[in-house]
């Protein structure tokens, strides 16, 4: 039975992205396909409307169109809903597979459960991507910026953002700490007075599952190596897990010319590694470690797989590399669903200045193109952003960085953008 939707103005035409093959990522994309949006909070509606401009442009350039359906969460949820995720915004992001939202905003304190945290959980996006490659002309604080082209798969579901913790001098921390130094043993570990407790669970089944996405995209896309990132040496039963069930995936779920799972790769050089040719590989690096070697030997990594907090520390940093947050895309991939968003929030005070920088959310966009098989799209989107930001004209965030760019709105970014859109095509 189709669901009603309450308060969502359907599209007049488009059609439903349908699933061939849900284990294997397989969909039948329309010409026209029906894509929900929510445009998000704070700047998210000055981006949000920016990158369906251009996406929408981009799509048109190469001969298909898009059936936007605008739907609501966060701020103009409750105007419209009295409530912060409305079901009819679920229940379109799961049945039309192929989605793209702004930031939403997350209050800080007790009793305000993140929204972006419960789409991912209640959808189960399982895998959280970011992609951090230099587009020509973004100022970068590194020397060669150029070197930087990798893939982050990001743990979205598990680790210390479980939300399994216990807040100081509650009955509840009282009881998990009694257990913890009772009957586990653990009596002389924590130190007298209130405490805070978390715990960090991390299974075989969602750090095998990732890995395997993260995988699959590497010989999909002609990438020559697979990082797995952990802090192993210290949280063996966690993070040691992780990398250690990410390798038994390597080794017995693909032939070995196609993937070669690395021994002792935590501490062999790179180059003393002889791997076989066109194969994968797949090695483990300690995360502490990474965050200088991707500063320091840039060029040497390509798809990184890691554990939930580690990805967020991670991609943050490899982000900062290539021009930050304003720049930085993201996408959430599960079984044959994506829903796209920009790694940056909701930026309250920059918020209907129509300043913001919308390329963060116009690349999420082209991540979500690609996933569509959209390929030629994807590309026209980076090429016309990149030709934009090489030839000075940029939005404030990135202008106060270079010597001679031209200070441009959202508004007039977003045009210079579609402008180089129907120059490229
Ligand atoms: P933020 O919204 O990402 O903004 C931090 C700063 O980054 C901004 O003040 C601005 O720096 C720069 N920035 C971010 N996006 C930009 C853009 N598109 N163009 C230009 N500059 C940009 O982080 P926050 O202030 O910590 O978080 C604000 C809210 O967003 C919080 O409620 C948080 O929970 C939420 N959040 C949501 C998501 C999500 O929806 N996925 C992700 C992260 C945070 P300058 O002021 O220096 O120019």
New binding site residues.
């Given amino acids: 039975m189709s669901y009603d939707y309450e308060k969502v103005e359907m599209p007049g035409d488009g059609q439903k992205i349908e699933v061939v093959d849900e284990d294997n990522d397989e969909l039948d994309v329309p010409e026209t396909p029906i894509i929900p949006i929510v445009h ?5 509606t ?2 949000g409307p920016a990158a369906q401009t251009v996406l929408e442009a981009a799509a048109n350039a190469t001969g298909r169109d898009i059936a936007w359906m605008r739907v609501f969460a966060g701020e103009s949820a409750r105007e419209k809903y009295d409530e912060n995720l409305p079901d009819d915004t679920v229940t379109a992001i799961d049945e039309h597979r192929v989605a793209i ?8 304190g007790a009793g305000f459960r ?3 945290v419960a789409l991912r959980q209640t959808l189960d996006f399982y895998s959280n991507v970011r992609p951090t490659y230099y587009l020509d002309g973004v100022p970068s604080p590194m020397k060669a910026p150029e070197e930087m082209d990798m893939i982050t798969f990001r743990e979205n579901t598990e680790d210390v953002y479980a939300g399994i913790e216990w807040e100081a001098g509650t009955e509840e921390v009282k009881k998990v700490r009694n257990f913890v130094e009772e009957e586990m043993g653990f009596g002389e570990t924590m130190h007298d007075g209130p405490i805070g407790i978390g715990i960090k669970p991390i299974t075989e089944f969602g750090s095998k599952r990732l890995v395997r996405k993260a995988i699959d995209y590497a010989i999909e896309h002609d990438r020559d190596k697979v990082t797995l990132v952990g802090k192993g040496n210290i949280m063996k039963f966690t993070e040691g897990q992780f990398t250690e069930w990410g390798m038994e995936v390597a080794q017995e779920e693909y032939d070995d010319e196609e993937v070669f799972a690395a021994p002792d790769s935590l501490w062999e050089e790179r180059d003393d590694i002889d791997v076989p040719e066109d194969a994968v590989m797949v090695e483990e690096r300690l995360a502490d470690a990474m965050l200088q070697w991707i500063q320091l030997r840039t060029d040497e990594f390509s798809v990184l797989a890691m554990p939930n907090l580690n990805g967020d520390y991670l991609s943050d940093a490899a982000g900062a590399q290539i021009g ?3 720049i930085a895309p ?1 996408a959430n991939f599960g079984d044959a669903r994506v829903l796209a ?10 918020a209907g200045q129509d ?7 116009i690349l999420s966009g082209r991540l979500m193109f690609d996933y569509m098989g959209w390929d030629d799209a994807a590309d026209l989107v980076r090429d016309a952003v990149e030709e934009t930001i090489s030839s000075g004209t940029v ?3 990135l202008e ?1 960085q270079l010597a001679d760019a031209e200070k441009l709105s959202t508004t007039e970014y977003t045009a210079a953008i579609v402008e180089h859109i129907e120059k490229l095509a």
């Fill in positions: 998000g909070d704070g700047i998210g000055d981006v939202k702004g930031p939403l905003t997350t209050p800080v993140s929204l972006n930050g947050l304003g993201g968003e920009p790694v940056h929030g909701s930026a309250p005070k920059h300043k913001a920088n919308p390329t963060a959310m939005t404030y965030d106060r």
